[in-house]
């Protein structure tokens, strides 16, 4: 795998360490905002490779900030992964039509949790033709 710049936008200190020392472990850089409104400004800055974003966030929630992500030009490719605790029905749809390409469950498995989002990750340098 090859390194990757990862924008977490989690408001929980908790997920943010353990999600930061998982990717961290594996050679990744990560980035973490707070909130929505934080996450968006880092994201057209730093133009990640890709979002993990929280959708229970204080304010503005993950929902709307998926959608604020996707009418950003420059971002309209990055992959985006909702991370939540909701355990509603509907919740993956919901998070999907926002406009995230993948659904990870909370608690966070620091088992399959680097393995779940590897497909959303760039390949490895001179791995593809
Ligand atoms: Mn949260």
Redesign the pocket.
């Known amino acids: 795998m090859s390194r990757a710049t990862v924008l977490l936008i989690?408001?929980?200190a908790e997920n943010r360490y353990l999600v930061t020392f998982l990717l961290e472990q594996r050679g990744h850089e990560v980035v973490s905002a707070e909130s929505g409104p934080e996450g968006l400004e880092l994201a057209a800055r730093l133009a990640p490779d890709l979002i993990l974003l929280?959708i229970?966030?204080p304010g503005m929630d993950g929902y709307d900030v998926a959608r604020a992500l996707r009418r950003n030009a420059a971002l309209r490719e990055t992959p985006i992964i909702a991370v939540t605790s909701y355990a509603m029905a509907g919740d993956r749809e919901k998070a999907l039509a926002a406009g995230c390409d993948g659904y990870i469950e909370k608690p966070i498995d620091s088992e399959t949790f680097v393995a779940e989002i590897s497909a959303y990750l760039p390949a490895p340098a001179g791995a593809t033709p």
């Open positions: 989690e408001d929980n929280d229970q966030l």
